[in-house]
């Protein structure tokens, strides 16, 4: 029997083995090796329709979702638009029905033009382009052979995409030379507005060492220390995927990057004459270092798995030399890229030449990750402190809090996305995100999508599967709200497909079903059958609409039990109706100071079972901000009060996010909470209800708290008060 392998997902296709410029710290022409001397110019056609064969028979066998393919070169666009054109729709042919296809170019972008571009968009290539920072760092390296610069037309080139083709602009790649300023580079960089910057170490061993200043045994740690805090302090403009992974494989997720963490490699690099090699970066090596002596016209892509070169980065820890092993950052750094580990005599088994730099560079980046962790800074105005304190804040005051909660709602789905390490969907939501980053907002701050990204991240390695696969839903529904055409694998939760804020779609008994979204739309194949909102298995998320809100009527999501007593089952048209009409009518109700501060952030009303032993009392979760949960009343009267209680009960669970009231005492928060929606609805409170607000209002101000604690407890006690007077007097009246 064979031994397991672990499968290729990403395809290096070389399409072209000459370059129109010479770069004097490319790997495949400057370096060790000179196999490219003997390679076809270009690919043939029956070696790309063998080569697309081979990837498509590969992930059938493997039963991959997905594959990542990647014209390279040389400089790919020497093949031409006719030929590359060919060779797209020739790996889609062979796709088709097997498994989705992303399809990117990579360029010097020299010959970038409008009708490569056209040509790109419509058979769905995204292009990533070389370019090493401004005009100076461009020039010290990427020169046309008689030293001419290619600077102006790079920059032309990525103009084009980022202007008039933004969908296809995929990224730009930089070299580091230390001897360039960090600062220059990167805001030359961040000027031409990336989605994504892959920074690359210049490509050396042990046996040819980088360039070092004198005495400056961490320059590069120290160049991209200097970028990744310029990087933080601006706000993170675009990914930056040596830095993303880096926080990444901190928080327990795996690395995007070849070049860090332990992950198995799944690249494979077919050169113009169908042979399978390794990576491109061991042609620094020695002459022949990535050959494997397999082709695609002889090998399947699974005997290439099995080559000894391919098996060698496929063992984690154990591949790696004994220094690495004992280095308390060996799972984020994985001993760095493969290729700048050689040195004569020991081949591939030292830690990288670059070892140094990346201890340096690691435990910079997580501890300022640990000290800070990357989010939008947020400040709350005392007069909306003191706003809150009253107990009648304005929808300028509530603003000042769900603004945090966005932040805190991208922050969980991008700690979940990290543990789940499912980088198709994540793809799918950077994607979209670029697309329209408020439509992925709007997503992100639904209520129990981020019930769900506080799941999986409270659980970490212990995920459930099911939690797991919920991130391709989020990125299904994220595609539909942004127009993108994607197609994904979503997990069947209690026999139902569900699309977050959209509804569920029920399975037939199915563990997962494919999502096709395009047009805004969608369909889920169940049964064999492709079924959209139409059908009678689909259940949407039903609107309620009442004086200038418009809420949803969630009974369907399977992350809304988040509240303590248990939520209801799918609500029966009529009842819905029933329900809606009540909440309605107690939402028209209120004043509208009140209204216009629950429009500020108020998106879902969930409805609790019947079962709920008290039917007077509604519920909110921290975890869930946005949404609240109503028992099954019929007196709008009744909803009312409960709609205001829990709102500000929702309200001070968002303070306290922001701000430590209470010295991190769990029972002053819980006291807070309950006395903050008592005083909301003072008017109408039992007289046991009224006690309790007295004791818990004097056992919060009783006692130490921090400064915003003690300001909001003496506007808590006067509001109390003048609650208690005007009630006093409206009796005597």
Sequence with gaps: MQPPIAPFRQFVVKVASRCDLACDHCYVYEHADTSWRGRPVVMSDETAIRVASRIAEHADEHRLEAVHVVFHGGEPLLAGIDRLRRFARALRRAAEGVCDLDLHIHTNGVLLSRAFCDMFTEENVRVGVSIDGDRAANDLHRLYANGRSSYDQVIRAITLLRDDYPRLYAGLLCTVDVRNDPVAVYDALVALRPPRVDFLLPHATWDHPPLRPAGRDTAYADWLITVHDRWRADGRPMQVRMFDSITLTALGGESQSESLGTRPSDLVVVETDGTYEQADSLKTAYDGAPETGLDAARHSLSEAARHPGFAARQNGLASLAGKCRRCPLVRDCGGGLYAHRHRTGSGFANPSVYCADLFTLISHLTAAERRAPVAPVHELPVATLDALASGSPSSADIAHLSAPQLSRARQAVRRAAAVIADRRSWSILVDAERASRAAVDDLLSHPYVRAWAARCVAAGPALDPADAGHLAAVAAVAAVRTGLAVKVAVPAVGNFVHLPGLGRMRAGGQEHAEVEVHDRSFAVRVDGRWLSEDSPLWEPVRPIEAAGLRLLLDDVDPYRDCYGPPVGDRLTDEAAAAWSEVAGAALASLPADQR???????????????????????????????????????DPATAARLLVEHFHRAQIGALLDLLDLTGADADRERLLTDAYGLLAVADSLTQAEQDRLASAIGRIADGALPAPGRRFAVRLVSAAADRNAQASTAGRR
């Design 596 to 634: 216009a501060a629950m429009r500020a952030c108020l998106r879902v009303l969930t409805p609790l079972a019947d079962t709920t032993a008290d039917t007077t009392a509604g519920a909110s979760s921290r975890a869930a901000y946005g949404a609240l949960a109503l028992p099954p009343v019929t």
